[in-house]
């Protein structure tokens, strides 16, 4: 064919065998262009079929994930929703108890507070009556009080004199400030501030910290409280001594 069309073309122009031979060429490349056309119209509906075979493919699985998404997200939420009813109930049964127990303790402490009470008074007699057994078996309950050997023993046992001596200056100064001879009075500052002096080191007006110490380590091993051993036992001594020092009659107090 290709052959034809050459020799067709060498012949003269305007003969048949040319005019022809163009019709051909015309005719053969309107076919190939047009199987060109036809192959590339085909190949892309076959691709465009793909690409719609694929877009559906992932609708579809789009699709699937969204409702296995929904699915699980529901049974998420159910089982949360019953953990949390689980739970808020276990709560509100343990502070159901919680509260129950809190109630019963107030009424305990409400009922010891009410037996407390109504033995104050019946505590606060008993402590003085062994208060004053105690105090009675260290001193003489005669005017003015005096030590008994009992206190006499622990005054010589521990240098409890040497206490007051080593003190005397500051003690004699404290007392002689009150500006009084009134034995009773006297009598009652020196029984009273050594006890405080126990409680406020700070403002101690008798007794070193160091005094201190020693008078709760006295307590402590004779078995009698702080208060008799600054006050009765201290007192009475300070008392003595301060009473010979200003020409105090002891029996200036028995009126």
Not at 34 to 59: A, P, S, W
Not at 193 to 214: C, M, P, Q, V, W
Not at 218 to 227: D, E, S, W
Request: charged share 30%; hydrophobic share 35%; aromatic share 10%.
């Amino acid at each position: 064919m290709i052959d034809l069309l050459k020799e067709a073309l060498s012949s003269p122009a305007g003969s048949f065998s040319f005019i022809f031979s163009i019709v051909m060429l015309g005719g053969l490349i309107i076919f190939y262009v047009t199987k060109v056309l036809t192959k590339i119209q085909t190949e892309h509906g076959q691709f465009g079929n793909r690409i719609d075979n694929i877009e559906v493919n992932f609708d579809r699985r789009m699709d699937n994930i969204e409702v296995n998404f929904d699915r699980r997200m529901d049974k998420i939420e159910v089982n949360f929703d019953r953990r949390m009813d689980k739970t808020e109930e276990r709560f509100n049964r343990r502070m159901d108890k919680t509260d129950a127990s809190i109630y019963q303790i107030k009424t305990d402490i409400a009922d010891i507070k009410g037996v407390i009470n109504v033995h104050k008074s019946d505590i606060a007699e008993m402590k003085e009556v062994i208060n004053t057994r105690l105090e009675t078996s260290i001193s003489k309950k005669k005017s003015p009080e005096v030590l008994t050997e009992e206190g006499e023993k622990i005054v010589s046992d521990y240098n409890l004199d040497v206490m007051v001596d080593s003190n005397w200056e500051r003690i004699s100064a404290a007392i002689s400030s009150l500006g009084t001879r009134n034995p009773y009075d006297l009598q009652e500052y020196c029984f009273t501030t050594g006890f405080r002096d126990t409680l406020n080191i700070t403002d101690a007006k008798f007794f070193s910290e160091s005094d201190i110490d020693k008078l709760k380590i006295v307590a402590y091993k004779t078995g009698y409280p702080l208060v008799i051993i600054s006050k009765t036992i201290m007192g009475i001594l300070i008392r003595e001594r301060y009473f010979k020092e200003n020409g105090i009659d002891d029996d200036d107090a028995n009126i």
